[in-house]
Each structure stands twice: as C-alpha cells, then as structure tokens.
C-alpha cells in the first residue's frame, strides 16, 4: 500500500507540476521511464507506449472514486515527430491551417484549444476511426500499449455514476515525452531531448455535474470588426457540434441580434464552425465556459497595382524624301489684310493677267509696280495699235502702186 500510495502522490503532483509547466494546458501529459538519450535527439529505433490514467477525488457534495474504471479512450495520430522533435501534420489534419512546428508551438492555451477543437471536429466530419483505443481497468489506467512515435489528440467517454457525470477533457499527448517529472513532481525537461520519455501517461482534466440539476444553458455570439459594415453579408450560417458530432446548423443575422442559445444537460462540450462564404472576412473563435463567441475581422483591401508602362513605340523607318514641288507663282497678289480680292475681270482678262505675268523680263524691263491700276486697257489698246499699224501699211502699199 505504501508503494501505491506513493504512486498515486506521484501521479497527483505530476497532474499540477506538467500542467503549471504547460501553461496550465488541458490534458497534460506524464512521462515514465526516462532515458537519456545522449545528445539530446529522440531514439526513433526504441519502442514507446501510451497510457491514460483517469482518477476522481470527492469535491464538495460530489463524491469520489480515485481510481476510475470502465471510462473508453480513443486517441488519433494527428502529427508524426522526427529525431528532434518536429510535427508533421497527417492527412487530413495538415488541411486545417494548424500552426504546429514543434513542442514550444504547444505552449500557448489559445493555440492547445484550437488543436484541439479543430481535430475533434476533423475526426467528426471525416468519420476518422482512431488509432488505439481501450477501456480504463480498476487501477484508472487505459493502457494502449505501443504506440506510433508523434502527437495525439484523445477523447474519454463521460462516465455516469448513482446520477452523476463524470467528463474528462480532450486531450493531447506527445510520444516520446519531452518532459521528465521526479518523484516531487518537479519538471526536469531542459527543452532539449535528451531525458525524453518513452513510456507515456496522459492525464486529462476532469468535472463532475449532477444530471438532476437544471440543463446547462449554451450560447454564441457574433461579432463584426469592420469599417460600418458596407460588405457585411446579411447572416451567417454556424454548424454546432455536440461532444465532436454534429448537431444542428443555426443562423445569426440582425432579426436575432447575431445571436443564438440553447439549453442542454450538463456535461457535454460543444464547438461550433462558421460557413463563411465570404472570403473578405476572417473568423476567428473562443469559448470562455459556454459561451462561444466568433470575431469576423475584415481582411484589409490589397492595394491596387501600379499599370504597367507603356512600350514607346518603335519608331517608323524614314522613307525616301519626295521630290519637292516647283514653286506656283500666285494668281493675284494677297492684300495686306491677308483675304483674296474679288475677281475684277472676269475668266478670260484673268488669263490674259496670268500670261502678262509670265512674261519674262526683257532688256533689263521690269515688272510695274502693284498700284492698283486696272490692266485690262493694254492689251485691248495693243491689239488695236497692232490693227492700225497693219492699215497702215496696206494704204501705203496701195498708194504707191497707184
């Protein structure tokens, strides 16, 4: 009895020492059996078991058990580890945007209830069956014997005794363990693997609740982060699960305030999933005991990119000059305001002014200056010279043959 009473002290300060050590992480995990693995690398070649351990002490009215038996375990395989200690999400885990890298990617409460939430809900959906599972025997302990080296997430069936419920939390367990607890439930892990653990004791935490009492209410509240709300869609739909499976689909829109509750028997956890259509909002989801809130946050606008310059364009090869116009010597002279006068002789005098002005120059003789005189008197007055000349000289003729 000694033995077994310094066991279960053992077992007890490990639950306090790995939880404080975890950031008070739900499900913290014991670790037996250390070995030192000399430079602090994880043994891939040793063999490595899992055990749950499920105990129950009277608190308040609710009495208790100690060592609990007939509780079901089923743990899942949702990441493998390497030598030193990095995850490697599985199928279809590694499709759920999980930041898990390593143990210290763990040590955060948000980031251990999102593991958590996001594979229950994956092994749900998916139908996935587990990997070990096993039944808890008198001592407390579901033994699952060897096991695959990497990270599990586990899930304990409630247990209901004389009218009361007894729940153990999901949970997550690392095998080997990187941590290695004394007999004071002092944490000896000095965040390298060289002490790591290959036999594996996982304590989930626990509650207890009276079935006869009044239901348990439930709720979720919606809220928006966004500039006024111009992109907001009208409502949402929100698929709620029920201790991993589903239950129902609600919406939320501004008729019921983007909110909704509901009254359930106590000791059950629900988890709710947004279908979000709409891409220009992330969602993000806590649950502070039954209350489940969801911050849709607006996705900041990408600025527009900047328009590609345009190409100049290629300039066009020079062709061969043109052969440049002679010179036109101008019909009329332009007047000092620049317009054309009106025609003053009509076509045939224009003509006749046109051939006076080809006329080349002769002896020196020049062009008149433009005054404004009419011209069209010369020719008729030429012509007529010309007339009187050849008169004349036919009289003469005429005369002397007389």
Same mark, same amino acid.
């Given at each position: 009895?000694?033995?077994?009473?310094?066991?279960?002290?053992?077992?007890?300060?490990?639950?306090?020492?790995?939880?404080?050590?975890?950031?008070?992480?739900?499900?913290?995990?014991?670790?037996?059996?250390?070995?030192?693995?000399?430079?602090?690398?994880?043994?891939?070649?040793? $063999?490595?078991?899992?055990?749950? #351990?499920?105990? &129950?002490?009277? +608190?308040?009215?609710? !009495?208790?058990?100690?060592?609990?038996? %007939?509780?079901?375990?089923?743990?899942?395989?949702?990441?493998?580890?390497?030598?030193?200690?990095?995850?490697?999400?599985?199928?279809?885990?590694?499709?759920?945007?999980?930041?898990?890298?390593?143990?210290?990617?763990?040590?955060?409460?948000?980031?251990?209830?999102?593991?958590?939430?996001?594979?229950?809900?994956?092994?749900?959906?998916?139908?996935?069956?587990?990997?070990?599972?096993?039944?808890?025997?008198?001592?407390?302990?579901?033994?699952?014997?060897?096991?695959?080296?990497?990270?599990?997430?586990?899930?304990?069936?409630?247990?209901?005794? $004389?009218?009361?419920?007894?729940? #153990?939390?999901? &949970?997550?367990? +690392?095998?080997?363990? !990187?941590?290695?607890?004394?007999?004071? %439930?002092?944490?000896?892990?000095?965040?390298?693997?060289?002490?790591?653990?290959?036999?594996?004791?996982?304590?989930?935490?626990?509650?207890?609740?009276?079935?006869?009492?009044?239901?348990?209410?439930?709720?979720?509240?919606?809220?928006?982060?966004?500039?006024?709300?111009?992109?907001?869609?009208?409502?949402?739909?929100?698929?709620?699960?029920?201790?991993?499976?589903?239950?129902?689909?609600?919406?939320?829109?501004?008729?019921?305030?983007?909110?909704?509750?509901?009254?359930?028997?106590?000791?059950?956890?629900?988890?709710?999933?947004?279908?979000?259509?709409?891409?220009?909002?992330?969602?993000?989801?806590?649950?502070?005991?039954?209350?489940?809130?969801?911050?849709?946050?607006?996705?900041?606008?990408?600025?527009?990119?900047?328009?590609?310059?345009?190409?100049?364009?290629?300039?066009?090869?020079?062709?061969?000059?043109?052969?440049?116009?002679?010179?036109?010597?101008?019909?009329?002279?332009?007047?000092?305001?620049?317009?054309?006068?009106?025609?003053?002789?009509?076509?045939?005098?224009?003509?006749?002014?046109?051939?006076?002005?080809?006329?080349?120059?002769?002896?020196?003789?020049?062009?008149?200056?433009?005054?404004?005189?009419?011209?069209?008197?010369?020719?008729?007055?030429?012509?007529?010279?010309?007339?009187?000349?050849?008169?004349?000289?036919?009289?003469?003729?005429?005369?002397?043959?007389?």
């Amino acid at each position: 009895m000694k033995i077994f009473s310094k066991l279960k002290k053992l077992i007890l300060g490990a639950t306090v020492i790995s939880m404080s050590a975890l950031l008070a992480l739900p499900g913290a995990t014991v670790n037996a059996g250390s070995d030192n693995n000399g430079p602090g690398h994880i043994d891939m070649n040793r $063999e490595t078991t899992l055990s749950v #351990y499920y105990y &129950f002490d009277t +608190v308040g009215d609710i !009495p208790g058990y100690g060592e609990m038996d %007939g509780v079901n375990t089923k743990v899942y395989k949702i990441a493998s580890i390497s030598e030193n200690g990095e995850f490697t999400l599985l199928p279809p885990y590694d499709s759920l945007g999980l930041e898990v890298s390593d143990m210290r990617s763990l040590a955060n409460q948000e980031k251990w209830d999102t593991i958590i939430t996001e594979a229950g809900k994956c092994v749900a959906q998916n139908n996935i069956q587990p990997s070990y599972q096993g039944t808890s025997g008198n001592d407390g302990f579901t033994r699952l014997g060897k096991v695959d080296k990497g990270l599990y997430y586990g899930v304990s069936d409630p247990l209901v005794k $004389e009218g009361i419920q007894y729940k #153990y939390f999901d &949970f997550l367990s +690392v095998v080997p363990g !990187p941590s290695s607890i004394d007999e004071n %439930g002092n944490n000896l892990w000095d965040g390298t693997w060289t002490n790591a653990q290959y036999d594996v004791i996982a304590i989930p935490k626990r509650a207890a609740n009276r079935l006869e009492e009044d239901p348990e209410v439930f709720a979720i509240h919606k809220q928006w982060v966004d500039d006024g709300g111009e992109d907001r869609p009208d409502s949402i739909k929100v698929k709620i699960f029920c201790d991993g499976a589903y239950a129902e689909t609600v919406e939320l829109s501004n008729e019921n305030n983007w909110k909704y509750s509901w009254n359930y028997e106590k000791g059950h956890t629900f988890t709710v999933e947004e279908e979000n259509d709409n891409t220009g909002y992330t969602p993000t989801i806590s649950q502070n005991e039954n209350t489940i809130v969801i911050v849709n946050t607006k996705k900041p606008k990408r600025p527009d990119q900047p328009n590609e310059p345009e190409k100049p364009n290629k300039p066009n090869k020079p062709g061969k000059p043109s052969k440049p116009n002679e010179p036109v010597t101008p019909d009329t002279v332009d007047s000092p305001g620049g317009s054309t006068p009106p025609d003053d002789g009509g076509s045939v005098l224009g003509a006749i002014r046109k051939f006076v002005g080809e006329l080349p120059e002769v002896l020196g003789a020049r062009r008149l200056p433009q005054t404004g005189q009419l011209w069209w008197p010369i020719p008729v007055l030429a012509i007529m010279g010309i007339i009187l000349i050849v008169l004349g000289f036919r009289n003469e003729r005429r005369r002397k043959n007389d």
